[in-house]
Structure formats: C-alpha cells, structure tokens
C-alpha cells in the first residue's frame, strides 16, 4: 500500500488526497486528529494522526463493528455524513450522522483515537446533519447542526433538553447554511458555517456572538472562503474546521476538489482534505492561499510511518486504507480462508448491486498503478475502479477468459474479451493522463484496463475516458475507489499493489 504522502521538503495539498471529505480536526498536546465522512462504506469515519498538520497517518476508524453502523439500507453517498471530533474532560467524542434507515445521529466516545470506540448513543433530539458538540465555561454542552440551529445535549446520553433554536442562516440568498463549527475563542463565541452547496459555489462564512447560544453577528467579509467562479487548481472549497498549529498560529482543514480535463472540468478523487493559513483581522478570521504548494512551514516536520505499496495479506486484520461497500462480514471477506490471501465469497451480486462483495482502496493520485494477483478457479471476480453501483469500470476473470465491463449510469457494456491460461492471473489498472492533444471536450484521465504477462509486460485491453467517473457525471459525494470484487462463489486475492505514477 502506498504512503498516504510522501515526506517533502515542502509540504503539499491536500494534505489528505483522495476521498477524504468534511474533514473535522482537533489537537491533543503535541498530536492532532482528524476525521472524515465515509458514506456507504465500512469501516466507517476514518480517522487520522499527524503532529505537523501535513502528514496524516491512518489509525482506524471510529465504527468499525457492524451493529455501530447499519449501512444496508444505505444508498450510495447516503450513510455517514460530516463528523465532529472533539477532545473534552479526558475523551474523545465524536458525533456524526448516518443518513441511512436505522440511523439518525449518534455519538460515540473513546479514550485512546485508535480505538476501542463505544457503541452509539442516539442523539433522536437533534433536528438536523453535520452535528457540532461544544463545551461552555460550565460545561454545559452545546449541539449545533446544518440549518443552522442548535439544542442543549447531554452527549453521554444523547438527550437534548429544550427546544431547538435558529441561530444563523448565513448570508441571505444562499441555499445550504450547514457543516456548523462553534468556537470560543478570546473574547467572542465563532460559528463558522459552509455555504453555497458542496460543488462549486462551495464557501465558508462566520458569525460572532458573546454567548454560545447567540446573537450572532456576521462578519462583513463573507464569505471569507470560496472559490466560485475563478480558475483556480483547487475547487468546492469548503465546509472547514479550525485548529490552532504547534506554534499558536491558526489553520484550517476543508475539504475541495481538483478537477481535470477540459471544461467544465472532471474530479474523480472525490472531495479531498485541504489544509490554509488563517490570519486574524479586527477579531475576525482571514483565511489565505488554499495552494497546492503550502508556504513553509515554522515548525518540524514528522512525515509519520509510511505504509507499504504492496500487501501481501499476511495479517490477521486488514490495514485501515481498506473499505468495503456497506458491511465486512468475515463469511464474504477474510485473510484466514487461506492464509497470505485475501477470499472474497460473492453474495451472488454484482458491482451492480448495493450488496456488492467489494474491498478496496482510494485512488488518491491523478496517476496512478493498482495490480492484483487473482485466483478465480473457484468462482468469477476482479478488480473495479468504483465510483458507485451505476458508475464502475471492472476486468474480471472467469474460466479462461477475462472481460472488461464499463457500466455508465443505465449503459452496461462488455468492451473486451481475451483468453487467459488456467491459473492465477495478475490484473491491472492504469490511470493516466489523456494524451495530447488537449482541448475543451478532453476528459480528466484515461483508466486502462488488462493483464500482466509472465514476463511482466502489460496487455492493455482497455482504454476507458475517467470523465464517466467523475462526481461531475455520476453525482454524489464519495470518490473513485479500486478494487477487489467477487462476482461469483470464492476468489482469492495473493496480493494487490498500488503505485502513484508521474504525471
Ligand atoms: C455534508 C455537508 C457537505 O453533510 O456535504 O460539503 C455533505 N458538505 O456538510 C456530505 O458530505
């Protein structure tokens, strides 16, 4: 498996690639976390490490057992929107909602961020997505949620008590007030709220008050974060959280897109998490460059350990990177069927289905290489480049011949079909830029499919335009995801490897 970063001179944005999205951050002494939404996919709210805000190493995920995260009924992007996580009296808490039938908002706590989480505490009370909890000086506990409004809570119960109350709608006339943050800071209690919707008119504004319950006043610069309508690298910049760096100055994690190709321009990592300098002016915040390249940075840093390109399947468990679509149930997914393995036993669905048997990874580079060495004498499976059910590019091995589907909203289609030898065959994926020449109508990224030889050389069997895995055609929240997936009965994985490539 490849590092999430790679350790620089200087760093770079996002400082989290690849779908990472409503990143929500907060500092522990010298140490940093940082959570994530996650969507139909399980383990659920991925979490982070860093000590320099640049570096983020994966250390699991807040719902990591299935009766903490019922996602069957889950529609793709539906499932867990939006975490908060905070630091408050010893613990960790995070809140979060799952959009999908059974769930509603839920809290749960930890000692240690790598887990053991607690089961969920429902919060049915809380009217609204994207819940903030915060503490007042008496510690009495404030929820706040997209809308924006807010209700008392007793976040070890879930219980709310009064009545909820609108606080702020951001600035009139713009639709999707939401992802609120509350902060004390100095003098003043700070709202901070994403605006605009999650595509382009994405923004941040903010609001000052005396009291965590309001009145708020806005600030006169809203939005003091947004890229709409410039030509800027990184867009949908948006739905932030504050924290203070190693040396007191004031950052801000967000999330935002980077979109290739011709116009209107194609994403396909999905929204990433983004890292900016933030000034203070007259008791408001000013928020800098969101730049690829971030300015130096004044304190040390700790690139963090760096997780290996390749697994071999040989722990019990699997490495945090790797999600599942909607549950992981050992019976379908397992690295003890046969030891050094990966087995996936297929429910009989297809990557069509929302039961899909599926395990993979975020593509998170432009360019990039993913491989797996597949077994498939048992059953019929292979590996996808997955954006959704209605969205997936797959070669898959079954008998001796393999095929390369593309499945484009109601489109389904087999491209190519081509003869293996019995036995176990090496699948790849190359995603690379288109090649020249550029004009407004070229797609972001060329995804071609094939197999390896026994002398290493690649047979390319597929040339597919990414655009049609892009959030820009398919909708929704997530980010291209690639893959190992059964189809049919059981198919064993040997290894999966993954490369960012130049370019
Ligand atoms: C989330 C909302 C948003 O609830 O997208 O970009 C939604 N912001 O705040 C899903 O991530």
């Given at each position: 498996m490849p590092p999430l970063h790679q350790p620089h001179e200087r760093p770079t944005n996002?400082?989290?690639?690849?779908?990472?999205?409503?990143p929500s951050v907060c500092r522990v002494g010298d140490d940093y976390y940082l959570a994530c939404s996650s969507f139909?996919?399980?383990?659920?709210v991925p979490l982070f490490h860093s000590r320099d805000l640049v570096h983020w190493t994966p250390i699991g995920h807040?719902?990591?057992?299935p009766e903490q995260l019922p996602?069957?009924?889950?529609?793709?992007?539906?499932g867990i929107y939006a975490p908060t996580l905070r630091h408050h009296d010893g613990r960790f808490w995070l809140m979060v909602t799952n959009?999908?039938?059974?769930?509603g908002n839920l809290i749960v706590t930890a000692t240690d961020p790598a887990g053991p989480w607690s089961d969920p505490v429902w919060a049915?009370?809380?009217?609204?997505?994207d819940p903030d909890l915060v503490w007042d000086e008496d510690g009495t506990c404030w929820c706040t949620v997209a809308g924006v409004s807010q209700v008392r809570i007793d976040p070890s119960t879930g219980q709310t008590y009064g009545t909820p109350h609108s606080l702020w709608s951001g600035?009139?006339?713009?639709?999707a007030p939401e992802a609120p943050h509350l902060y004390r800071i100095g003098e003043y209690w700070y709202l901070l709220i994403a605006e605009g919707?999650?595509?382009?008119c994405h923004g941040v504004s903010i609001a000052r008050g005396r009291t965590p319950a309001g009145p708020f006043e806005p600030c006169?610069?809203?939005?003091?974060?947004t890229h709409r309508g410039?030509?800027?690298?990184?867009?949908?910049?948006g739905h932030a959280d504050l924290v203070q760096g190693p040396d007191g100055s004031w950052w801000m994690v967000l999330l935002g897109v980077r979109p290739g190709g011709g116009t209107p321009g194609w994403h396909v990592l999905g929204r990433e998490t983004f890292l900016a300098p933030v000034t203070w002016v007259d008791d408001w915040p000013v928020v800098g460059e969101v730049a690829l390249d971030l300015p130096e940075l004044p304190w040390p840093l700790y690139p963090g350990p760096v997780e290996e390109q390749?697994?071999?399947?040989?722990?019990a468990g699997l490495r945090p990177s790797w999600i599942s679509v909607r549950d992981r149930p050992a019976e379908h997914c397992?690295?003890?069927?046969?030891?050094?393995w990966l087995t996936l036993r297929a429910r009989?669905?297809?990557?069509?289905?929302?039961?899909?048997v599926f395990t993979g990874r975020r593509q998170q580079h432009p360019a990039c290489r993913a491989r797996t060495l597949v077994d498939a004498a048992e059953g019929s499976g292979g590996l996808a480049v997955r954006l959704d059910e209605r969205h997936h590019y797959a070669i898959e091995v079954s008998g001796t011949q393999v095929h390369v589907t593309a499945r484009v909203g109601s489109l389904r289609t087999v491209v190519a079909t081509h003869p293996v030898p019995a036995g176990p065959v090496i699948l790849g994926v190359t995603i690379t830029a288109p090649p020249p020449?550029?004009?407004?109508?070229?797609?972001?990224d060329v995804v071609s499919l094939g197999v390896e030889q026994p002398d290493c050389t690649f047979t390319e069997l597929a040339a597919l335009d990414g655009r049609y895995l892009s959030t820009e055609v398919a909708g929704g929240f997530t980010g291209r995801v690639i893959g190992m997936y059964a189809a049919q009965d059981t198919v064993h994985f040997d290894w999966f490897d993954y490369a960012p490539l130049k370019g």
């Open positions: 996002p400082v989290i690639p690849g779908f990472h999205p409503d139909e996919y399980f383990p659920g807040a719902l990591d057992r996602l069957a009924e889950a529609s793709s992007s539906g959009c999908s039938e059974g769930g049915p009370g809380v009217p609204g997505i600035r009139p006339g713009t639709k919707g999650t595509e382009r006169p610069d809203n939005p003091i974060l410039t030509d800027h690298p990184v867009q949908n910049t390749r697994d071999d399947f040989e722990l397992t690295t003890k069927a046969r030891p050094g009989g669905s297809s990557l069509d289905e929302p039961d899909v020449p550029h004009g407004p109508c070229t797609g972001p």
